[in-house]
Structures are given as structure tokens and as C-alpha cells.
Antibody
């Protein structure tokens, strides 16, 4: 069974940092691109960042470029999102999602999300 | 990377059909076949209902269908059921290899 499980969320002060993790199981992790999508309280979905299966290519939304760094360790089947210089507007549930192998535009498995709250 | 445009809300009675539109640009919806639709119930993770404009993943009801014309994609749900009440989001692959979502549409089953 395909599973992705996020962790690392919590309460952090403005300007602080956090590292989110996403542990994957049930599929050959290195063969799949992965993404992070966030959802602010009561708001819509926002794609944040994506990474190729090898980890050699990363993509970012303009809203997080320069502050977020996406990486992966294929030996540990784990995805990481380093978030720096946190702002109040970064408060959201962060979802880890697998990109479909048949379509680069489709996220076919999602975790349950981890909540990041930025507040003093 | 502007969000795709969706109506904020739609509604329909059980058994009826509804359509949700999703408008983008030539750099996303109009330029690629990689449009997806997601269903999200309150407090739950999104679930893909349609991918590549018209394709349904295994296990998704054939009451859900997708189409595209120019820069606008559409999701149609036929034979509305109470369990279809949820938020729906479209997304598209973009010319800079990112994804962009629509603002979401709240579907109410009357």
C-alpha cells in the first residue's frame, strides 16, 4: 500500500526555521517525482515545490523561492523541505504528494499533512 | 504564477449534473493536456478525481468527467449524490515545470 507520512510541523516564531519530512513507503521512491502543497487555514491549495526522482532538479513557487529548499534521500525513502525566514503567511497545513508516473501534472497520493504555525 | 480561476461555489440537487470551470492561460491550461481535478472533504487530504483532462483514476466513479476547450477546463459531475459535497480544485502543469491550482469551488448538494 502506497503511503506518505509527513512530520516536523509545529509552532515557530517569525523569522525562524523548520524542516519538514515526508516518509514514503509502498512504492519505489526513487522512480517518482514528489511535491509539497500547502493550504492556509480556510484557504485553497497552493503548490509549493517539486523535485525529480533523482533529486537533481527542483522547482519552487515564486512565493517561497529563496526561503524553501527541497531535497530527498532515496536511500531512506524520505523527502525533506527546509523552510527558512518563516512568515505569518507561511502558516498552513503542508501536504507531501507523489507525482503520478503517467502524468507530470497529477498528484496521485497525498499524506494527511503537517501543520506549520508561524506566530510570536 | 497566478492561480487558475474557478467559481467560488456551485450547487445542485441530488440526481442533477453540475459543471465547474477552470480558466488559465496559454502557459498552463491551454498549453498542456496535464489538467487534474481534486476533491477535498473537510479535514481530509485532497484526492485526484481526473487527470490529463479526461482520465479517471481507478476507483473513481464514472459520474465524474473532464474536458477542455482552449484555456478553460471543466469538471462535470452527473447524478449528484450527497457524498459529492466537497471542495473541488483544478490544477495544471505549467510552462516552467511547476504546478498551479485553482482557487477552489465549494459544491453544495441541496
Amino acid at each position: 500500500e502506497v503511503q506518505v507520512l509527513e512530520s516536523g510541523g509545529g509552532l515557530v516564531q517569525p523569522g525562524g526555521s523548520l524542516r519538514l519530512s515526508c516518509a514514503a513507503s509502498g512504492f519505489t521512491f526513487r522512480n517518482y517525482a514528489m511535491s509539497w502543497v500547502r493550504q492556509a487555514p480556510g484557504k485553497g491549495l497552493e503548490w509549493v515545490s517539486g523535485i525529480s526522482g533523482s533529486g537533481g532538479t527542483t522547482y519552487y513557487a515564486d512565493s517561497v523561492k529563496g526561503r524553501f529548499t527541497l531535497s530527498r534521500d532515496n536511500s531512506k525513502n524520505t523527502l525533506y523541505l527546509q523552510i527558512n525566514s518563516l512568515r505569518a503567511e507561511d502558516t498552513a497545513v503542508y501536504y507531501c504528494a507523489r507525482t503520478s508516473v503517467v502524468s507530470p501534472g497529477s498528484l496521485d497520493y497525498w499524506g494527511q499533512g503537517t501543520l506549520v504555525t508561524v506566530s510570536s | 504564477q497566478s492561480a487558475l480561476t474557478q467559481p467560488a461555489s456551485v450547487s445542485g440537487s441530488p440526481g442533477q449534473s453540475i459543471t465547474i470551470s477552470c480558466t488559465g492561460t496559454n502557459s498552463d491550461v491551454g498549453g498542456y493536456k496535464y489538467v487534474s481535478w481534486y476533491q477535498q472533504h473537510p479535514g481530509k487530504a485532497p484526492k485526484v478525481m481526473i487527470y490529463d483532462v479526461t482520465n479517471r483514476p481507478s476507483g473513481v466513479s464514472n459520474r465524474f468527467s473532464g474536458s477542455k476547450s482552449g484555456n478553460t477546463a471543466s469538471l462535470t459531475i452527473s447524478g449528484l449524490q450527497a457524498e459529492d459535497e466537497a471542495d473541488y480544485y483544478c490544477s495544471s502543469y505549467t510552462s516552467i515545470s511547476t504546478l498551479v491550482f485553482g482557487g477552489g469551488t465549494k459544491l453544495t448538494v441541496l
